[in-house]
């Protein structure tokens, strides 16, 4: 087999991500999605459990919070023992443990943060949902490289110090953008934001205001964990060097090829196919997509690292 050929690369170590989130047993959101998105992207990936999940292609039926001292444990055993290029911060699960999850990040300020923390479609936490919203907002947010928040999660966030808005347009898009740049996120990535009817578009912001927007066809069906596989993308590629920018347009590339080949793996809504490109190279090299495979995983269309 190809593989069996492959160098001794037994001293070379991919870049590690720790991820803080909530398990789905379906794999579409949260760790499970993560860690196949790292692996795509050629990182392995550590996993601090803040949440177990119970749910299906079609629905969330409840969540279980993890105690918050096995939040913190889980996160501080494995700092001590590897290096860390990257944190990605998901579903959080309580305030106590965003106020554990901001300390352990605090003690690492060189190293990049993404902030993933909304999943909207979670259950509802009721009366705790907007002290967990301020929570994030004042011990996270200060601390994230890339805040990723969609249109509709932004005024959310926005309504913890402002009146609620009726009518969301690019001023006011805008205005909270640039307000939660000021609470201390270095970017702030927006996805849903104003374009074409026939598209979508992102918009990343930075102090200075808008970085770049990117607007792309409209693929059509009905996702879970599409805004899971982006953000873990963009921690992928800073893990791998890459600067903001660069990194928010190759992960976007490859979100857009994953939800272009997802599949129906239930009744519910489609799963984004992470390992389109190992599919395609098994396709191209027969049925056991064993012969050649190094030459053609290397010359397929990849998000370039």
């Known amino acids: 087999?190809?593989?069996?050929?492959?160098?001794?690369?037994?001293?070379?170590?991919?870049?590690?991500?720790?991820?803080?989130?909530?398990?789905?047993?379906?794999?579409?959101i949260g760790i499970q999605a993560d860690l196949a998105t790292f692996a795509a992207m050629g990182c392995h990936g550590l996993t601090v459990i803040t949440a177990i999940l119970i749910g299906d292609t079609a629905r969330i039926e409840d969540t279980q919070d993890i105690d918050v001292d096995w939040v913190a444990d889980q996160a501080r055993v494995v700092l001590e023992d590897m290096p860390v290029t990257a944190f990605k911060v998901g579903y959080v699960g309580s305030i106590e443990s965003v106020s554990a999850i901001a300390e352990i990040v605090s003690d690492y300020p060189d190293i990049p943060l993404i902030l993933d923390p909304f999943i909207t479609a979670m259950p509802d936490p009721g009366i705790d949902g907007e002290d967990i919203l301020i929570a994030i907002r004042e011990l996270l947010i200060p601390q994230t490289t890339?805040?990723?928040?969609?249109?509709?999660?932004?005024?959310?966030?926005?309504?913890?110090?402002?009146?609620p808005i009726t009518d969301a347009n690019e001023d006011t898009l805008a205005m909270d953008a640039m307000h939660i740049i000021e609470l201390g996120a270095e970017f702030l990535f927006v996805t849903g934001t104003p374009c074409e009817i026939n598209q979508v578009a992102n918009t990343l912001f930075d102090s200075s205001g808008i970085v770049r927007h990117d607007p792309w066809q409209r693929i059509s069906g009905a996702f879970a964990g599409a805004g899971s596989t982006l953000s873990a993308a963009i921690a992928a590629m800073l893990a791998n060097g890459l600067e903001v920018p660069e990194a928010v347009s190759e992960a976007q590339e490859f979100t857009v090829a994953a939800l272009t080949h997802a599949q129906r793996m239930g009744m519910g809504r489609l799963i984004p196919d992470r390992y389109f490109w190992a599919r395609e190279s098994a396709e191209a090299n027969g049925a056991d997509g064993t012969a050649g495979a190094t030459d053609s995983i290397s010359s397929l269309d990849l998000p370039k690292l």
Do not use: K
């Open 1 to 28: 087999m190809a593989y069996l050929n492959l160098p001794n690369v037994q001293n070379q170590t991919s870049s590690l991500i720790l991820t803080f989130g909530v398990t789905d047993p379906v794999g579409a």
């Open 146 to 163: 890339v805040l990723l928040l969609s249109a509709d999660e932004l005024s959310r966030l926005a309504e913890t110090w402002r009146e």
